[in-house]
């Protein structure tokens, strides 16, 4: 059984109940509190529920919109951080003379070791693209070497990344990483040390 106060509103309700011949009928002074026992949930019950629901549902949705704007906040000062750095982290002007090469993800992998310098996270999604292309081609299993020559190989991949050091957006990385919970699997953790970091 439950037991509840009765509210004057409430009251009112009950009234317009016993008027309409509902099943419960009370007889009751306006100006006190009853408790009334019940074994159904009336509808005021449900209206209390809905209220209590609706009330608890805007508050999730503002502390998810708080929280999301907080992590909006955070990334976009991360990837301002990340954009500033790799803009100081210099392109080798020399580039080795052939790196051979399976696939652009190995090819990408030799250039880090050699350089000891790290890709943008949109280069490395990048390499990823251009070996997911060439699933379901004829030449797949032929080494890239074989397809593109190596220096071409690599100086494509020095000008993407001189493109995407260059011209990236915080705004844009922010927004990509936002999107994927996994983005820091294509950020590599090399860090040259800088001629001029004060730049």
């Known amino acids: 059984m439950n037991y509840r106060p009765i509210s004057h509103s409430l009251i009112d309700k009950f009234l317009l109940m016993e008027s309409s011949g509902t099943t419960m009928k009370m007889a009751m002074p306006f100006g006190e509190q009853v408790d009334v026992s019940s074994d159904e949930s009336s509808s005021s019950d449900g209206d209390d529920h809905k209220a209590e629901s609706e009330q608890m549902s805007n508050n999730i949705a503002v502390n998810q919109v708080v929280e999301e704007l907080v992590s909006?906040?955070?990334f976009l000062r991360r990837a301002?951080?990340?954009?500033?750095?790799?803009?100081?982290?210099?392109?080798?002007?020399?580039?080795?003379?052939?790196?051979?090469?399976?696939?652009?993800?190995?090819?990408?992998?030799?250039?880090?070791?050699?350089?000891?310098q790290p890709l943008h996270y949109l280069t490395n999604l990048c390499i990823k693209q251009r070996d997911q292309m060439r699933i379901g081609a004829d030449d797949e299993v032929d080494p890239l070497e074989m397809l593109i020559h190596p220096?071409?190989?690599?100086?494509?991949?020095?000008?993407?990344?001189?493109?995407?050091?260059?011209?990236?957006?915080?705004?844009?990385?922010?927004?990509?990483?936002?999107?994927d919970p996994m983005y820091h699997v294509y950020i590599d953790p090399i860090f040259p040390k800088l001629q001029n970091p004060s730049k």
Request: a positive charge; hydrophobic letters at 40%; one cysteine or more.
């Open 72 to 74: 909006e906040d955070a």
């Open 80 to 116: 301002r951080m990340y954009q500033e750095y790799m803009q100081l982290v210099p392109i080798p002007t020399q580039t080795h003379s052939s790196i051979p090469c399976t696939s652009w993800a190995g090819l990408a992998a030799s250039i880090k070791k050699l350089y000891g």
């Open 151 to 179: 220096t071409k190989a690599e100086s494509s991949i020095w000008l993407m990344e001189e493109v995407h050091r260059r011209t990236s957006s915080p705004h844009y990385l922010a927004k990509l990483w936002l999107a």
